[in-house]
């Protein structure tokens, strides 16, 4: 199907063709689905919904799969140790996801890793498609209109109401249609090879490593002037996350961060002081005040005092490039726009050619002597991919070894 015309309004698509299933819940159930799939033929469609913001973590309240010849399938991933069963009767399977990289890790969590993957959302950002979102590419490319007013529910809801259960039955309904879709798309463009490598780097990346100092992405830490008070957020924070993981809520729902950077930036030493402290409200501020007075005075008393800045080996912001090395900005300022026009005439967003950071890392400390080869070295190792690396590194290099002028 070619791209639908603006004219003709999108059909809606209200209920899923065979029925809203029910909710697989048993081990007899399991079993039973597991059979169907694995009798089922071609790719397998498959989504999960979450509860982020409502629980702790980013686990699945439902796992959706949908194959030709077995139809849908909603599952409790709750009700079970884990969906082994399901993955063993996908082995060798295409898994068709949208957005792959949201639901592979909670994907994980329950035992299920797919052997072959296509990303729908990530193949409309190759394809060139204005609007990558799964309602906007299924209304684009197959005429549908796809309600999507519960994918922020609080999916954890027991039981599900029916109205959720057909959205996320038809969420995998669409999937095997649109894939068809892309990859003709994909293939007319000459572009379904770059795809298909970054559905293998997704699906082979794992799970992101741990990040370090996770309180420091407290909304409203730059508000803090000094260690002491870092330490006394750290402190909260941590506080918070372990009542929110012990009574499995979101950390939001506890107290919200800028209750947290309220009580760090005025460090209050009694329970009256820490209430009247302007910004600090939740539903747990009054009700748990020693715990976070308790954390309060750990962090006025220990000589752990966090840096304000944390050391990094990436390039610092371009803005400052020009002075600190003008060197790098020429190289920069000089690849990045043959990158773009290569973009644009790939028709794909500059991002998908190369990851930015890829380009700033390289243009900061270039590799020596500098050739096609050590280019392409330098890309590899910052993890580009083969089709990435092919087309962008003779661009890169011509670039670096005749940067041109930059303006006063």
């Known amino acids: 199907m070619t791209e639908t015309s603006q004219a003709s309004p999108p059909t809606p698509l209200t209920e899923p063709r065979e029925g809203v299933p029910l909710v697989v819940n048993t081990e007899s159930g399991l079993r039973r689905a597991a059979e169907a799939l694995a009798n089922g033929s071609g790719p397998a469609a498959v989504d999960a919904e979450r509860a982020s913001g409502y629980r702790y973590g980013q686990r699945a309240f439902l796992v959706q799969v949908r194959r030709e010849g077995a139809g849908t399938w909603l599952i409790d991933p709750e009700a079970f140790e884990d969906l082994k069963p399901i993955d063993e009767a996908l082995r060798g399977v295409e898994w068709i996801l949208h957005a792959a990289t949201q639901d592979l890790p909670c994907l994980a969590d329950v035992g299920m890793h797919p052997d072959a993957l296509f990303d729908t959302e990530l193949a409309a950002r190759i394809a060139g498609l204005p609007r990558v979102g799964l309602g906007a590419v299924v209304e684009s490319l197959l005429g549908l209109a796809l309600a999507k007013e519960h994918s922020a529910a609080d999916w954890s809801k027991r039981p599900l109401p029916k109205p959720w259960l057909t959205y996320a039955a038809l969420d995998v309904e669409i999937l095997v249609d649109l894939r068809a879709e892309l990859a003709e798309l994909l293939e007319a463009?000459?572009?379904?090879?770059?795809?298909?490598?970054?559905?293998e780097a997704i699906r082979l990346a794992g799970s992101p490593a741990p990040r370090q100092d996770p309180w420091r992405r407290l909304s409203g830490l730059h508000g803090l002037r000094d260690r002491r008070q870092l330490a006394a957020a750290r402190e909260l924070w941590y506080e918070r996350e372990s009542l929110a993981e012990n009574r499995d809520v979101a950390p939001g729902r506890i107290i919200p961060d800028k209750s947290i950077v309220a009580a760090a930036k005025t460090m209050p030493a009694t329970v009256p002081a820490l209430l009247n402290t302007p910004g600090f409200h939740g539903r747990a501020a009054s009700k748990e005040a020693p715990r976070w007075i308790r954390a309060l005075n750990a962090a006025r008393n220990t000589e752990d005092l966090p840096p304000m800045q944390v050391s990094s080996n990436s390039p610092p912001p371009p803005r400052v490039w020009a002075e600190k090395n003008p060197d790098a900005a020429a190289r920069l300022n000089t690849a990045k726009p043959r990158l773009t026009r290569k973009a644009e005439e790939l028709n794909m967003p500059l991002e998908n050619l190369l990851t930015p950071d890829f380009l700033r890392r390289i243009s900061w400390h270039p590799p020596q002597p500098i050739d096609p080869d050590t280019i392409a070295a330098a890309l590899r190792e910052l993890g580009a991919r083969e089709w990435q690396v092919r087309l962008t590194s003779p661009i890169i290099t011509v670039a670096f070894l005749d940067p041109e002028p930059q303006g006063k």
């Open 189 to 199: 463009d000459g572009k379904l090879s770059f795809a298909l490598e970054e559905f």
